[in-house]
């Protein structure tokens, strides 16, 4: 499995529109395609203009076959929703590392 983490700043006061518009639009869009496994949405307590996005693939190859030009409609349509209220700080990848058997 491997973990794609968003961490992007919105205005606090826009941050529930936010999150709500992203799973009306990316969550559900990516669901779509093979591998896609779940999305997690995590807040910050001490800091209401951060939010953390943890999405779960099956593979690497199954999430980077997603065409760019999908993306970028997808992108698209949440920007016309949502506005440019958001700032990606944070993108990184990370794999479930598998313990061999004793």
């Known amino acids: 499995m491997v973990i794609e983490l968003l961490k992007f700043h919105v205005a ?9 518009k992203d799973a009306e639009i990316w969550t559900a869009a990516l669901a779509k395609y093979p591998g896609f496994l779940g999305k ?12 953390i996005l943890i999405i779960r693939w099956a593979t690497r190859e199954q999430w980077k076959a997603i065409p760019q030009a999908d ?15 958001h700032l990606i700080v944070e993108s990184a990848e990370y794999q479930v590392r598998k313990f061999p058997h004793i």
């Open 12 to 20: 606090p006061d826009l941050r529930e529109n936010f999150i709500q």
């Open 40 to 51: 997690e949405v995590w807040i910050t307590p001490d800091d209401s203009k951060e939010v």
């Open 71 to 85: 993306l970028q409609a997808i992108e698209d349509k949440f920007v016309q929703a949502v506005g440019k209220s």
